[in-house]
């Protein structure tokens, strides 16, 4: 094995998740389809591994952007007592969100091993990236139609509101869909703004891939060879420095433009998929 050619593979792999895992265009169909073009020289245990646990590269970036929005904790003033320590409204803010990764949780976990099996195909992408494509234009056309969304900010998401747009996240179990793409579209079906769809499905991306890299390491092992580790190592550190800029250039671009052209991008991209593996 070449460890430098498969370290830079690993910067690719970083690449693409830290740009793709915040746009509504599906992190893993992309790496899906990138092992396709680019195939590293590990074992498939590695590999299955790998693609989910570089994602905590990129949830570190969400909590480093939004530490002071989802810090809980601060210095109590005397007399106040233990509940002096918490900052109630940030508390509140991650009982929503736990609730809302609940219905994926309770649908994934059992099923993942039977989804990868079946469902992690490039064809399956290319069905998803389109569908969801034509459902981001659709609603877009719809927001347009609407009055301003009453909801401007994800710390105004209710319960139930969270809980709605948690049931959309179990859609993202197939791949191609898109985590972050279910949630927003859930969110602004919901009556959210752009922003705050994108912000609320940003923290649930804490819990939702920490929980998921955490069983397929538990799956792989901790019998990590020192190659695999460096791979893993630069995969997870490149998804951040990546992660940081897209998630600040994207949140910047939904405040002036809508989700208008990652629907047709998503469209284009999942026909080219098809044709490319139909003609395979």
Known sequence: MNLMLETLKAIFFGVVEGITEWLPISSTGHLILLNEFVQMQMSDAFMSMFKVVIQLGAILAVV??????????????????ITGFLKMDIVNLWIRIVVAILPSAIVGIPLDDWMEAHLHTALVVAAMLVLYGVAFIVVERRQNDRRRPRVQSAELIDMRMALLIGMFQVLSLVPGTSRSGATILGGMLMGCSRAAASEFSFYLAIPTMAGASLIKVLKFGLGFTPEELLVLAVGCVTAFVVSVIAIKTFISYIKRHSFTAFGWYRIALGTLVAVYFLMK
Not at 64 to 76: E, N
């Open 64 to 81: 480093v952007l939004y530490f002071g929005k989802l810090w809980p904790f601060r210095r109590a003033q005397k007399g106040e007592g």
